[in-house]
Nanobody, 120 residues
Framework: QVQLVESGGGLVQAGGSLRLSCAAS????????MGWYRQAPGKQRELVAA???????NYADPVKGRFTISRDNAKKTVYLQMNSLKPEDTAVYYC??????????????WGQGTQVTVSS
């Protein structure tokens, strides 16, 4: 019923930048919160950044000042601009969307994940 398609991952040198995108489609009435998580090998998945329907944002301490989350409601898309990347940012990045379906039921969905690798 809902699909999330991520793009923008890749390999970058330390200090470089990447922009991730996650587009939602399907039987969506309204999108509430949107967020990005990451999971490094051998570690638990962790919140990176989140943005509410009112565009309030929240960031994990390690990325504050370097990453920016934003959303385009018309395109049902959330972005993560990542600057000053560090090797420790290497992980699979997942978008997460909290929404209301056309059936008026609540739903929470994950993207397929996109690999971000930062070389030193």
């Amino acid at each position: 019923q809902v699909q999330l398609v991520e793009s923008g991952g890749g390999l970058v040198q330390a200090g470089g930048s990447l922009r991730l995108s996650c587009a939602a489609s399907g039987s969506i009435y309204t999108i509430n919160a949107m967020g990005w998580y990451r999971q490094a090998p051998g570690k638990q998945r962790e919140l990176v950044a989140a943005i509410t329907s009112g565009s309030s944002t929240n960031y994990a301490d390690p990325v504050k000042g370097r990453f920016t989350i934003s959303r385009d409601n018309a395109k049902k898309t959330v972005y993560l601009q990542m600057n000053s990347l560090k090797p420790e940012d290497t992980a699979v990045y997942y978008c997460n969307v909290d929404l209301t379906l056309l059936t008026m039921k609540w739903g929470n969905y994950w993207g397929q994940g996109t690999q971000v690798t930062v070389s030193s």
